[in-house]
């Protein structure tokens, strides 16, 4: 006699659309992943595509890991007063340990990893906290609308594009997350003015309105790198162009792959950094 319970065929979430189906199917009915059985796409570091508040909590405890390191290993310790532009503040030497980027960092000690890893720096309190709740703000419209893995290409690629630029100009050291987050906008911005429509016209005046506030922040408050924000805006319309969105096109196997080199490419980056940062500091 056959027992009943073994011929039945085990059911999971598909790592790539989290719908139900069975995991003997070589591709998944609904998103077209390739085994979506398969064990390295059930790994724990896949799974932080699968929720896209998972995936934004993930990058807010890279920025508060870094902003904590940066703070222990400055030579001069961190500045404790009472201006709140300052409060919390790591040095400069600490931050160029842990990999801030422009013409200093490339040109003399050739490190352009940095390009990378700079957007996990701040130089206080308040701007890793008014970083993050931009991130907060606009990852979640741009997960719904392009999913966690383009999400996770434009942001990290976009940081690096705006970076890249502001290289070019001649910045010689710049840090902060907030050239991804343009890129998150340039996303936005590129999706309402695309799909058009009274909801994708609602989504452009009201990302537009951060945009026009941000280049208004960047014109009056001296310090601020203009060049990564606008080259990061630039780099996540493009981007967007480049990966398209749900409605225009659904997330395929480059999507996803091109997603997870990002992410693994931001960690070792980031390893590195910390790693040289110690290393440095000893």
Known sequence: MVDGRSSRKKALLCPGCRRLVSADETTCPFCGLPKPGSRWKNTVFTRVFDSGDRLVNAIIAANAVMFVLSLLISSRGFQLSGNPMTFLSPDSQGLLRLGATGAIPIDRLHHWWTLGSASFLHGGILHIV????????????????????????????????????????????????????????????????????????????????????????????????????????????????????????RANRLHRLLGVMCMAGTALILLWAVFTGLVSRI
């Open 130 to 249: 008014f970083n993050m709740l931009a991130l907060r703000q606009i990852a979640p419209l741009v997960i719904r609308e392009y999913g966690t893995h383009r999400m996770v290409v434009i942001y990290t690629l976009s940081g690096v594009g705006g970076f890249l630029l502001s290289y070019l100009a001649g910045v010689n050291f710049t840090i902060g997350a907030s050239s991804a987050v343009c890129g998150l906008i340039g996303a936005a911005l590129y999706f309402g003015k695309s799909r058009g429509g009274i909801y994708g016209r609602a989504i452009y005046r009201q990302v537009g309105g951060w945009a026009l506030g941000i280049v208004l922040f960047g014109l009056v408050v001296p310090g601020i790198n203009n060049w990564a924000h606008g080259g990061g805006m630039a780099a996540g319309m493009l981007l967007g162009l480049l990966t398209g969105y749900h409605e225009r096109k």
